[in-house]
C-alpha cells in the first residue's frame, strides 16, 4: 500500500452510503482528485471538520483501485468563519465551483491553489468588496486556466485599442471597424482602463483601489457570460450570488 501526503483545498463533497463522504480536494502534488473520508459524516469522526468544504489541510492518502482513500488528516485552517457570513458563504461556494469546474482531474496547478488560498483568506480576513474581489477572482481563474481575454489588441486586427467592444465567442476586444454581429458589449475608454486595473491588481491591493459600482457590474456580466462560455458548465452556486445585493 503506498501513501501519499498532499496538503489540498476541499471543493466539495458528495455523501457515500451511511456516513461515508468523497470530497473533491485540490491538492498541491496530486491536482484535483476525489477521495473517501470513512465515517466522515459521523458526528465524532476525526475526519469530521478536515473533510468540509473550504477547508485547507494535510491529508495522507492511499490509492486504492479508482479513488484515493483519507487515512490521516489535519488541519492547516479551516476557513469556517465565512460560515458566519451569508454573503461571504454565497460568493465562497461559488469560488470553489469555479475552480472545480475549471480544473481537470490529476492535473497539478500550483497558481489555481495559490489562487484559492488567497482569496479565501481575504474572504475570512479583509473587509473588501465582494463583487470586486469577484470579478478580480474571475478574471485571474479564467486566465490561468488557458482562456485569458485579450484586452490590449483587437483580437480581429490585432491593432491597440482604447475602445471598442468585447466579444465573448473571441475572447476579448474588438475595435470598432472589426465589430460584427455576434453578442458584443460595448467599452468604453473609462470601462476598458477599469478591465485593465482589474486584470493586473493583485488581490492584496483589492482594499486600495477605487473602482466605479456600475462600470464593476457591467463588466461582472461580461465577465459571467464569458466564463459560462468558455466553461459550458452550470453553476449552481450562481443563482443564489445573483440574489445577493449588498
Ligand atoms: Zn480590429
Redesign the pocket.
Known amino acids: 500500500m503506498s501513501l501519499i501526503n498532499v496538503q489540498g483545498v476541499v471543493l466539495k463533497y458528495i455523501k457515500l452510503g451511511e456516513s461515508d463522504k468523497i470530497i473533491t480536494l485540490l491538492t498541491d502534488k496530486l491536482g484535483k482528485i476525489d477521495a473517501v473520508a470513512h465515517g466522515a459524516r459521523r458526528t465524532k469522526s476525526k475526519f469530521m471538520a478536515s473533510t468540509q468544504p473550504f477547508c485547507y489541510g494535510e491529508y495522507q492518502l492511499h490509492k486504492g483501485k479508482n479513488l484515493y482513500t483519507i487515512s490521516q488528516s489535519n488541519i492547516i485552517n479551516s476557513f469556517q468563519t465565512i460560515l458566519m457570513d451569508l454573503d461571504k458563504v454565497a460568493y465562497g461556494m461559488y469560488f470553489l465551483e469555479l475552480i472545480d469546474n475549471i480544473t481537470e482531474n490529476e492535473v497539478k496547478s500550483i497558481s489555481i491553489l495559490a489562487l484559492i488560498l488567497k482569496t479565501l483568506y481575504i474572504l475570512t480576513h479583509d473587509e473588501v468588496d465582494l463583487r470586486l474581489l469577484r470579478l478580480v477572482f474571475d478574471f485571474k481563474a479564467i486566465s490561468i486556466s488557458g482562456y485569458m481575454p485579450q484586452i490590449v489588441n483587437?483580437v480581429?486586427?490585432g491593432?491597440r485599442i482604447k475602445e471598442g467592444y468585447f466579444s465573448i465567442n473571441r475572447g476579448g476586444m474588438?475595435?470598432t471597424?472589426?465589430k460584427d454581429n455576434q453578442a458584443v458589449y460595448g467599452i468604453n475608454k473609462e470601462t476598458l482602463n477599469n478591465l485593465h486595473i482589474i486584470k493586473n491588481i493583485k488581490l492584496e491591493n483589492l482594499r486600495n483601489i477605487k473602482y466605479d459600482e456600475k462600470s464593476i457590474n457591467y463588466l461582472q456580466n461580461i465577465m459571467t457570460k464569458y466564463i459560462l462560455y468558455q466553461t459550458e458548465t452550470d453553476f449552481k452556486s450562481l443563482s443564489i450570488l445573483d440574489k445577493i445585493k449588498r
Open positions: 483587437c480581429k486586427c491593432r474588438i475595435c471597424d472589426c
